[in-house]
T-cell receptor
């Protein structure tokens, strides 16, 4: 049973388009993180959000944590081929504990 | 500062054998956690060590074990390997502060069981 469901599972878009990835759960998380993973590598942390309703921006990426801390979204503006990769959300149920529950992942391909 | 270092990067083992994987956390980080990543199950939490004590454990059989040393370096061991143990094993470290759960992953150890 997956605590975090991501959608869509696969996404293929043209360079310059915008996209949103969703991460949903029925559980409340103390924090939520987004990672990007390249083939053969470990996940690389993009952002951590801890406050309900929090919005963080990282260049063309905008991350939002739901008010109830049960869901999150990642929006990419003007996608570029370098954005291609596996995007993973991960939630921690308890502050300070490092047993994260990972989402199912969204595999993004940006076509030049 | 140096990231999380895992060794070996790649290894092939035979069913029934055992394997030990090593992880050196980011300097100053006291928590080390291990994850298994497979195409079918995704990323799943194995266990977490903090100050040489196992603090959390995922839902894996007892064949999977780990330990942490006084310098925070960690090892995980899998005994009596099965074909289904083939996976990318990821180590992650954290300062283990009370705010948020930011962890940083190593590049992983690719295990193939034949």
């Amino acid at each position: 049973t997956q605590l975090l469901e991501q959608s869509p599972q696969f996404l293929s878009i043209q360079e310059g388009e915008n996209l949103t990835v969703y991460c949903n759960s029925s559980s409340v998380f103390s924090s939520l993180q987004w990672y990007r993973q390249e083939p053969g590598e470990g996940p690389v942390l993009l952002v951590t959000v801890v406050t309900g309703g929090e919005v963080k921006k990282l260049k063309r990426l905008t991350f939002q944590f739901g008010d109830a801390r049960k869901d999150s979204s990642l929006h990419i503006t003007a996608a570029q081929p370098g954005d291609t990769g596996l995007y993973l959300c991960a939630g921690g149920l308890l502050a300070g504990a490092n047993n994260l529950f990972f989402g199912t992942g969204t595999r993004l391909t940006v076509i030049p | 500062k140096a990231g999380v270092t895992q060794t070996p990067r790649y290894l092939i083992k035979t069913r029934g054998q055992q394997v030990t994987l090593s992880c050196s956390p980011i300097s100053g980080h006291r928590s080390v956690s291990w994850y298994q990543q497979t195409p079918g199950q995704g990323l799943q939490f194995l266990f977490e060590y903090f100050s040489e004590t196992q603090r959390n454990k995922g839902n894996f059989p007892g064949r999977f074990s780990g330990r942490q040393f006084s310098n925070s370096r960690s090892e995980m061991n899998v005994s009596t390997l099965e074909l289904g143990d083939s996976a990318l094993y990821l180590c992650a470290s954290s300062w283990a502060g009370s705010s948020g759960n930011t962890i940083y992953f190593g590049e992983g150890s690719w295990l193939t069981v034949v």
